[in-house]
Protein backbone atom coordinates (compact mmCIF):
# COMPACT_ATOMS: atom_id res chain seq x y z
CA UNK A 1 0.00 0.00 0.00
CA UNK A 2 0.97 3.79 -1.07
CA UNK A 3 1.54 5.62 1.69
CA UNK A 4 3.20 8.85 3.33
CA UNK A 5 3.73 9.66 6.85
CA UNK A 6 4.01 13.09 8.02
CA UNK A 7 5.39 14.62 11.18
CA UNK A 8 6.79 18.00 12.30
CA UNK A 9 3.79 19.97 12.40
CA UNK A 10 3.08 22.60 15.56
CA UNK A 11 3.06 25.35 17.15
CA UNK A 12 5.47 28.17 17.07
CA UNK A 13 6.27 32.06 17.38
CA UNK A 14 7.05 34.22 14.97
CA UNK A 15 10.23 34.18 13.16
CA UNK A 16 10.71 30.73 14.46
CA UNK A 17 11.43 27.35 12.73
CA UNK A 18 9.60 23.97 12.36
CA UNK A 19 11.02 20.98 9.98
CA UNK A 20 8.20 18.53 8.30
CA UNK A 21 8.95 15.17 7.26
CA UNK A 22 7.41 13.11 4.91
CA UNK A 23 7.97 9.18 5.11
CA UNK A 24 6.94 7.20 2.15
CA UNK A 25 5.82 3.55 2.20
CA UNK A 26 5.18 1.12 -0.69
CA UNK A 27 7.44 3.31 -3.64
CA UNK A 28 10.46 4.95 -3.90
CA UNK A 29 10.18 8.00 -3.59
CA UNK A 30 13.16 9.14 -6.06
CA UNK A 31 11.00 7.75 -8.66
CA UNK A 32 8.47 10.68 -8.40
CA UNK A 33 8.40 14.39 -8.41
CA UNK A 34 8.01 15.40 -4.70
CA UNK A 35 6.10 18.41 -3.35
CA UNK A 36 4.94 20.45 -0.38
CA UNK A 37 1.46 22.17 -0.35
CA UNK A 38 -0.62 23.99 2.26
CA UNK A 39 -3.98 24.57 2.92
CA UNK A 40 -4.99 27.76 5.11
CA UNK A 41 -9.16 27.98 6.26
CA UNK A 42 -10.64 29.45 3.70
CA UNK A 43 -8.65 29.06 1.09
CA UNK A 44 -7.43 26.90 -1.80
CA UNK A 45 -3.98 24.72 -1.45
CA UNK A 46 -1.80 26.57 -2.41
CA UNK A 47 2.09 24.82 -3.74
CA UNK A 48 5.08 25.64 -1.51
CA UNK A 49 8.01 23.50 -2.88
CA UNK A 50 9.06 21.02 -5.43
CA UNK A 51 11.80 18.58 -5.91
CA UNK A 52 13.28 16.01 -7.97
CA UNK A 53 16.40 14.82 -9.96
CA UNK A 54 18.04 18.06 -10.67
CA UNK A 55 16.20 20.76 -9.27
CA UNK A 56 13.99 21.98 -6.72
CA UNK A 57 10.90 24.98 -7.38
CA UNK A 58 9.71 27.43 -4.80
CA UNK A 59 6.40 29.58 -4.16
CA UNK A 60 7.50 33.22 -3.94
CA UNK A 61 6.36 33.70 -0.67
CA UNK A 62 8.51 31.08 0.73
CA UNK A 63 11.87 31.59 -1.27
CA UNK A 64 14.88 32.28 0.96
CA UNK A 65 13.25 30.97 3.69
CA UNK A 66 11.93 27.47 3.20
CA UNK A 67 14.05 24.31 1.84
CA UNK A 68 13.02 21.26 0.37
CA UNK A 69 15.47 17.98 0.62
CA UNK A 70 14.78 14.51 0.56
CA UNK A 71 17.09 11.34 1.91
CA UNK A 72 17.15 8.39 -0.78
CA UNK A 73 18.19 6.00 2.29
CA UNK A 74 15.21 7.00 4.89
CA UNK A 75 13.05 7.17 1.49
CA UNK A 76 11.88 10.73 3.25
CA UNK A 77 11.45 14.37 1.88
CA UNK A 78 11.78 17.05 4.20
CA UNK A 79 10.79 20.84 4.29
CA UNK A 80 12.61 22.54 6.69
CA UNK A 81 10.97 26.05 7.27
CA UNK A 82 12.76 29.23 8.80
CA UNK A 83 12.08 32.70 9.78
CA UNK A 84 8.07 31.59 9.98
CA UNK A 85 5.36 34.08 10.10
CA UNK A 86 1.77 34.43 10.66
CA UNK A 87 0.70 33.82 7.26
CA UNK A 88 2.46 30.23 6.80
CA UNK A 89 -0.11 29.25 9.20
CA UNK A 90 -1.93 26.30 7.54
CA UNK A 91 -1.81 22.49 7.10
CA UNK A 92 0.75 21.33 5.20
CA UNK A 93 0.39 17.66 2.82
CA UNK A 94 3.55 15.74 1.15
CA UNK A 95 2.23 14.27 -1.76
CA UNK A 96 3.73 12.72 -5.31
CA UNK A 97 3.51 13.04 -8.80
CA UNK A 98 4.49 10.24 -11.35
CA UNK A 99 5.01 12.69 -14.47
CA UNK A 100 6.51 16.74 -14.88
CA UNK A 101 4.11 17.31 -17.47
CA UNK A 102 2.47 19.96 -15.68
CA UNK A 103 2.99 22.95 -13.10
CA UNK A 104 4.69 21.73 -10.10
CA UNK A 105 1.88 23.73 -8.08
CA UNK A 106 -0.87 22.11 -9.55
CA UNK A 107 -2.31 19.92 -6.66
CA UNK A 108 -4.32 18.19 -9.77
CA UNK A 109 -0.97 16.74 -10.94
CA UNK A 110 -0.17 14.90 -8.01
CA UNK A 111 -1.51 11.55 -7.13
CA UNK A 112 -0.20 10.24 -3.39
CA UNK A 113 -0.93 12.69 -0.54
CA UNK A 114 0.23 12.12 2.93
CA UNK A 115 -2.78 13.25 5.86
CA UNK A 116 -1.84 16.67 7.06
CA UNK A 117 0.52 18.59 9.88
CA UNK A 118 -0.96 21.42 11.08
CA UNK A 119 1.67 24.27 11.25
CA UNK A 120 0.69 27.51 13.35
CA UNK A 121 2.41 30.54 13.82
CA UNK A 122 1.42 32.72 16.55
CA UNK A 123 3.10 34.52 19.35
Known amino acids: QLQFVESGGGLVQPGGSLKLSCAASGFTLDYYGGGWFRQAPGKEREGVSY??????RYADSVKGRFTISRDSAKNTMYLQMNGLQPEDTAVYFC??????????????????WGQGTQVTVSS
Open 51 to 56: ITSGLS
Open 95 to 112: AARIRADSSWDDPNAYQY
